[in-house]
């Protein structure tokens, strides 16, 4: 057997060399509320006061200040209601010293009223009300430009839209948003063993279960998955596989499997062979330790191991990050968090470990592992109730029971 170690590359620099190599995907305009999760390529520029008008934060009466100065609980002041104002309505004329006007939240404040004191505090009729506290000028106003002026940009071009990004291009006035297309990515699974997962496996035989790890992943990425299937060890029908991926607009490729050394490891010959920046890396990270890279006419292939926890881990480490590239987003790499050990762990150095494991928030703050489970690269039970991936560098022995390391959140839904 030959030693393979000092071939080793660390995963940033796997992930340095895939990213490097991808561009950025192309742009279309999108109705803002079918934008979600789109990535924004434009500024979101406020054009107007937003509120756009001195209004009251709470239903009340709107006074002025001076008409409260002597109230209180011995000498309470009784002013006439002048008029009502719902949201929506916008007072005929000024507020007269000495009169309160039945102001409901949200409704534009009148002229001359400076301050809303809220219902609860007053003893009210329909015709008048009773104050027994002062109140300062500004008391529950939301003035006019308070939460964005004209000039404002609170989103530019890499943004993520969730729901608060879209509330604020709505408030704006964008009905459309020029957003990175979807990209379109082809999943490949490669393996004479596999069947398929509605099939009762034959002698021998697995259920592919990547592809509908994969599909997820590529879903929750905000990509489009076209699913291949299962495609035989073979070049040529690789190479079909390609082809016809390119042919339904692939913009990205992932596969699973025929990535490493064995003698039907077909994925890294063919990446090799016909892929642009070919790259077949032995990455210093387990699981995953078998990575293949390349470009067909600028579109980012993805070959990944096929054990399925390695399958799950690379994509996340590789895929989501250079997926997010693709669309163009500003925040590309996973963000770490640290997570205590409240127990020694175990591991073998020499390559990064990526510990899958449910985290949770420990009772004196933070975050804490909680019973990792079994941790083979082909194991998938254990994941079931993982939440995180936490980074155990390839250097130094083990963890120290209380010591904390960096983690990062899985995808997915049902944290
Ligand atoms: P390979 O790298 O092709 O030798 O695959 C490594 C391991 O992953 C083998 O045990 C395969 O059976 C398994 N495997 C490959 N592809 C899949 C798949 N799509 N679903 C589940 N297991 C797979
Ligand atoms: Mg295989």
Redesign the pocket.
């Given at each position: 057997m030959r030693e393979l170690g000092h071939e080793l590359i660390s995963l940033e620099e796997a992930r340095e060399t895939m990213l490097s190599l991808i561009g950025t995907i192309g742009t279309e305009t999108c109705a803002t509320p079918e934008a979600f999760g789109r990535v924004l390529r434009q500024a979101v520029e406020a054009r107007d006061l937003i509120p756009p008008f001195d209004n009251s934060a709470m239903d009340g009466y709107a006074v002025h200040a001076a008409d409260l100065a002597a109230a209180s609980g011995e000498n309470p002041v009784t002013l006439p209601v002048a008029f009502r104002l719902q949201a929506g309505e916008v007072a005929e004329g000024p507020l007269a010293a000495g009169s309160a006007v039945r102001i409901m939240t949200g409704a534009p404040l009148p002229p001359g009223a400076e301050a809303v004191v809220p219902h609860e505090l007053t003893e009210f009729t329909d015709t008048e009300v009773t104050f027994s506290d002062p109140i300062e000028a500004g008391r529950n106003v939301r003035p006019a430009g308070g939460d964005m002026k004209p000039g404002d940009v609170p989103l530019g071009p890499g943004a993520v839209l969730g729901p608060s990004q879209l509330g604020i291009a709505a408030t704006l006035g964008y009905a459309e948003l020029e957003v990175s297309r979807r990209p379109r990515v082809a999943i490949l699974?490669?393996?004479d063993?596999?069947v398929d997962i509605g099939e009762q496996p034959g002698p021998g035989k697995?259920?592919?279960?990547?592809?509908c790890?994969?599909r997820a992943s590529v879903i929750d990425s905000g990509c489009e998955p076209i699913d291949l299937g299962?495609i035989p060890?073979n070049k040529p029908a690789i190479r079909e596989a390609i082809s016809e991926a390119i042919e339904r607009g692939a913009d990205a490729f992932v596969s699973?499997?025929?990535?490493?050394a064995?003698d039907?490891?077909f994925?890294k010959d063919v990446i090799s062979e016909d892929a642009e920046a070919a790259h077949v890396f032995k990455v210093a990270m387990k699981p995953g330790k078998?990575q293949v890279f390349g470009l067909f006419d600028g579109r980012p292939f993805f070959g990944l191991?096929?054990?399925?926890a390695?399958?799950i881990v690379s994509f996340e480490v590789f895929v989501r990050p250079g997926l997010r590239k693709l669309q163009g987003c500003s925040r590309i790499l996973p963000e770490l968090f640290e997570v205590r050990f409240p127990f020694e762990q175990r591991y073998k150095p020499g390559r990064v470990f990526l510990l899958r494991t449910r985290v949770e928030p420990a009772a004196d703050g933070g975050y804490e592992v909680v019973r990792p489970g079994e941790q083979d690269s082909?194991f998938l039970a254990s994941l079931a109730r993982a939440n995180a991936i936490v980074v155990l560098p390839p250097e130094g022995g083990p963890v120290p029971e209380g010591a904390t390391r960096p983690a990062f959140w899985m995808g997915g839904a049902g944290r």
């Open positions: 699974s490669p393996g063993e596999l697995i259920r592919n279960s990547n592809a790890s994969l299962i060890d699973t499997g025929g990535a490493s064995g039907f490891d994925i078998p191991p096929g054990n399925p390695a399958a082909s």
